[in-house]
């Protein structure tokens, strides 16, 4: 009787350890020699690399009337992205709670007339000027560019 038990146990030993080194192979084996597509994140072209150069962006995208509807796109891509960016900044939530009004605001917004043409929108630029310039400021890991300083 222990030898049947004994012949059990080794079966299901050997049973479990076939499926193990299947697994194992599974996972690290390939598909037919065929590398598997990684998914990648594409971070568009337009997209500023932190928030005060957002608020550069917006300044120069807004400048002129927007005719175009790609620099339209690009332009409601980049105000969708002002919360985003200045959450990676040290500012307080009360301003970061300012520009993500704004961006909401501003997201809605026609642009294919020149924006400085409302009082509000000069308002809420200057604050956002202002926001950026504070970025700077207060951020523990500046690593913003400034006028004959290398960008580190």
Not at 78 to 97: M, N, V
Not at 102 to 119: H, L, P, Y
Not at 136 to 146: E, H, L, P
Request: proline share 5%.
């Amino acid at each position: 009787m222990t030898s049947r038990v004994h012949k059990s146990a080794r079966g299901l030993l050997t049973a479990a350890l076939a499926v193990a080194i299947v697994g194992l192979t599974g996972c690290f084996g390939g598909h037919g020699g065929e590398e598997q597509p990684h998914a990648e994140h594409v971070i568009p072209d337009h997209k500023p690399a932190d928030f005060p150069e957002a608020i550069n962006q917006i300044v120069v995208r807004t400048a002129d009337p927007i005719s175009d509807a790609t620099a339209v796109q690009e332009l409601q891509d980049i105000i969708g992205w002002l919360p985003e960016l200045a959450a990676q900044t040290d500012l307080p939530r009360a301003d970061w709670d300012r520009i993500h009004e704004i961006s909401i605001r501003w997201g809605q917004r026609e642009w294919t007339v020149a924006a400085d043409e409302s009082e509000a929108y000069a308002d809420e630029l200057s604050l956002l000027q202002e926001l950026a310039e504070k970025a700077k400021q207060v951020d523990t890991f500046n690593t913003y560019r400034t006028e004959g300083e290398e960008h580190v």
